[in-house]
């Protein structure tokens, strides 16, 4: 069985840095894409991009590219989600979710129980 | 940037059909899929590649996709069906979500 699992929910000021994590377990860590998607509150989803974990390959949506970065560790099926300095409007719910790939389109499979960043002075 | 709407809500009495849609440019050149995500849960993936369901997702769950419009359809509508669903779709590179549907039953 699939397990994708979250680091535990942060509270911030802005300006911090910050790197959630999402361990994945059950199947070939290196042979699917994992992702990120917001949530802000009482929102809708919006997909912030991928990593393949075999070769680091990283896809972004252009409205998130320069505000974060995506990371992996195969070694330890782990997946990563960074800010440098984080803004009151990077609060919301942040979900990992392994993808699967068909004739080059992707979909979310299966998805972790999210992390709740908050941020606030 | 590659736009999918969704009615803000859909309601619908139990044991009825309920339809929800998802509008993109030439949708129906793409694969559609659709996510359910009840209250303070994850998403779920109700249907794959237009209409497909996962393993474990109950037969009442179908969808279509043809020219600008996407629709999921749920049949005999249950109180748990309840929800948002939530459609997307893979445009240049970048995965696209609608705004999102909540889905009454009463």
């Known amino acids: 069985e699939v397990h994708l699992v979250q680091s535990g929910a942060e509270v911030k000021k802005p300006g911090e840095s910050l790197k959630i994590s999402c361990k994945g377990s059950g199947y070939s860590f290196t042979a699917y894409w994992i992702g990120w998607v917001r949530q802000m509150p009482g929102k809708g989803l919006e997909w912030m991009g991928i990593?393949?974990?075999?070769?680091?390959?990283?896809r972004y949506n252009p409205s998130f590219q320069g505000q974060v970065t995506i990371s992996a560790d195969k070694s330890i099926t782990t997946a990563y989600l960074q800010w440098s300095s984080l803004k009151a409007s990077d609060t919301a719910m942040y979900y990992c979710a392994r993808h699967a790939r068909f004739a080059g389109n992707y979909h979310l499979v299966d998805w972790g129980q999210g992390t709740l960043v908050t941020v606030s002075s | 940037s590659y736009e999918l709407t969704q009615p803000p809500s859909v309601s619908v009495s139990p044991g009825q059909t309920a339809s929800i849609t998802c509008s993109g440019d030439k949708l129906g050149d793409k694969y559609t899929y659709w996510y359910h995500q009840k209250p303070g849960q994850s998403p779920v993936l109700v249907i794959y590649q237009d209409n497909r369901r996962p393993s474990g997702i109950p037969e009442r769950f179908s969808g279509s996709n043809s020219g600008n419009t996407a629709t999921l359809t749920i049949s005999g509508t249950q109180a748990m069906d309840e929800a948002d669903y939530y459609c997307?779709?893979?445009?240049?590179?970048?995965?696209?979500f609608g705004g999102g549907t909540k889905l009454t039953v009463l």
């Open positions: 997307q779709a893979w445009d240049n590179n970048t995965g696209v």
């Open positions: 990593i393949y974990p075999g070769d680091s390959d990283t």
